[in-house]
């Protein structure tokens, strides 16, 4: 074989090589594209970085309570009657003793007046009655003296003493008729005064049923009906809420408590449990209560709140300090937990749990300080073995809300 036979076999063999390995290369590229468009995607969670802190455990309600004024009173009139005059309205402010609605009064009124009338008539049959027993008297004094001169026989200093005794037992009687004069004065007040409502205590009127020229009928026994005049005081707040009756028997008065309002997401009012009701609440055969209020720590923190908000109770029964703990939501049923690993797949991890409630649980096995725990358990696809990663949104989401707290 000549020299350029070998240089030209050489090179279609150059050229079989060069073209298979392109072919290769192509083939690569192709399987590659393949697998990235067929590749799973990878799931978004959210997640939460086991730390150290404290870990309470806690009770908390069964159902949502509400705030309740220290006093609060459904005031009417104790007599029927229409109404006169109404000298407030929802929203103000009254003080004790005000006049709070008048009821038509003209004839007990009219009662009163004629009482006083009387009594000033009996005071002035007392001064005649008792000024002629004075007189009758001094007629008696007058005989006897006349007697001892014998002047005037036995027989009239008899009569005069006789007079005179009868005059003053019509003195003595008469301030009886002034003490009854009197008496049905004071029943004449006590009419007129059954007409107005007054303010039992400072507060703030919350309802009022009525209006000027309507007729208000006092409650019959037991048939409540709307009061007049619904005042509270809210100077003084507290929360009231149900407690399981299982949780109930290990609270205790004087336990830290801590109070969550609707109207204030984010926000805790510290506490303390004033008062543990002494019966159980069957309001469901199958979930009973026991009722127990919490005071506020700093009342002045509270002095916006308003009565009837709705609010919930968690009361501290124990804590520790210093202990790895994770979010409760991230626990499934088994003590178990999905970690993020280094590699972007979701871990199942078997913990050992302590002390628990509804925000945090503590870690005494089976995570270390700084690992990603899975939050959002119930999305599609979190599983072990999953791809995932982070879903920043929600990340960003929570940092702008702590921010704002």
């Known amino acids: 074989m000549t020299t350029n036979a070998v240089s030209s076999r050489r090179a279609q063999c150059g050229g079989l090589a060069l073209s298979l390995a392109l072919a290769l290369g192509v083939i690569a590229m192709l399987a590659a594209g393949v697998w990235y468009l067929t590749r799973p995607k990878p799931i978004l969670v959210t997640v939460a970085v086991a730390s150290v802190g404290r870990v309470e455990q806690t009770v908390a309600n069964t159902r949502a309570g509400s705030v309740m004024p220290c006093r609060r009173a459904k005031l009417a009139p104790p007599a029927g009657g229409r109404i006169e005059k109404l000298n407030v309205k929802e929203g103000d402010r009254v003080r004790p003793g005000q006049v709070l609605l008048s009821l038509w009064d003209d004839d007990v009124a009219a009662r009163e007046r004629l009482a006083r009338e009387q009594l000033q008539t009996a005071r002035a049959h007392v001064r005649e009655v008792c000024e002629m027993a004075k007189a009758s008297a001094r007629d008696a004094r007058r005989a006897r003296d006349l007697r001892e001169k014998n002047f005037v026989s036995q027989e009239a200093v008899e009569r005069a003493d006789a007079d005179a005794t009868a005059k003053q037992a019509s003195c003595d009687s008469t301030g009886t008729q002034v003490a009854e004069a009197e008496a049905r004065i004071q029943a004449s007040r006590a009419d007129v005064d059954r007409t107005v409502l007054r303010a039992p205590f400072a507060g703030i009127v919350a309802e009022v049923n009525g209006e000027v020229g309507e007729y208000l009928t006092p409650s019959p026994p037991g048939i409540p009906t709307l009061p007049a005049v619904d005042l509270i005081d809210d100077s003084c707040l507290y929360v009231s809420a149900p ?91 088994g003590n178990r937990v999905l970690v993020l690993g280094a590699d972007g797949r979701l871990q199942e991890r078997k913990i050992d749990t302590g002390l628990s409630n509804w925000e945090y649980s503590e870690v005494k096995s089976g995570l270390s300080r700084g690992d990603r725990v899975v939050t959002s358990l119930e999305r599609e696809g979190v599983k072990a073995g999953a791809v995932a990663v982070v879903d920043q949104s929600v990340t960003e989401k929570k940092e702008a809300a702590k921010a704002q707290q």
């Open 243 to 333: 407690i399981d009756e299982v949780d109930a028997a290990q609270i205790k008065v004087g336990m830290n408590a801590r109070v969550t309002l609707d109207a204030y997401r984010g926000q805790h009012f510290p506490g303390r449990v004033r008062r543990i009701a002494p019966y159980v609440l069957a309001v469901e055969k199958q979930a009973r209560t026991v009722e127990v209020e919490v005071n506020f720590d700093k009342p002045a923190e509270a002095k916006d709140l308003l009565v009837g908000y709705s609010a919930d109770i968690e009361i501290v029964m124990g804590g520790h300090d210093q202990v790895v703990r994770i979010p409760t939501p991230a626990l499934m049923p």
